[in-house]
Nanobody, 123 residues
Framework: QVQLVESGGGSVQAGASLRLSCSAS????????AGWFRQAPGKEREFVAA???????SYADSVKGRFTISRDNAKNTVYLQLNSLKPEDTAVYYC?????????????????WGQGTQVTVSS
């Protein structure tokens, strides 16, 4: 069992930056893949970024070049750096983990989820 807790969300102006953190506890997280998803009001949850246990990354086209996913296995923490934020990035951001170490873009491929952190970007 893995427990995930997100933090770092907030309300910012367009063009600003935020760094989200996902702290994992429970079973060894170092061999897990992790992902970030987001869900805006009235929309389905969508993939944002993922990272393998070795550090290989993948991104949604909408965030490539603006967001960066990383991990610190010594701290059991995954980060999502959000730069050049746009109003359309407004959503609840969720951290997810899967014991298979390969990154994945499908929400159903993840076994563990955090409670989410709100990111609001105003124009």
């Amino acid at each position: 069992q893995v427990q995930l807790v997100e933090s770092g969300g907030g309300s910012v102006q367009a063009g600003a930056s935020l760094r989200l953190s996902c702290s994992a506890s429970g079973r060894s997280f170092t061999t897990y893949a992790a992902g970030w998803f987001r869900q805006a009001p009235g929309k389905e949850r969508e993939f944002v970024a993922a990272i393998s246990w070795r550090g290989y990354t993948s991104y949604a086209d909408s965030v490539k070049g603006r967001f960066t996913i990383s991990r610190d296995n010594a701290k059991n923490t995954v980060y999502l750096q959000l730069n050049s934020l746009k109003p359309e990035d407004t959503a609840v951001y969720y951290c997810a983990a899967r014991p298979n170490g390969a990154p994945a873009s499908g929400a159903r491929q993840y076994d563990y989820w955090g409670q989410g952190t709100q990111v609001t970007v105003s124009s």
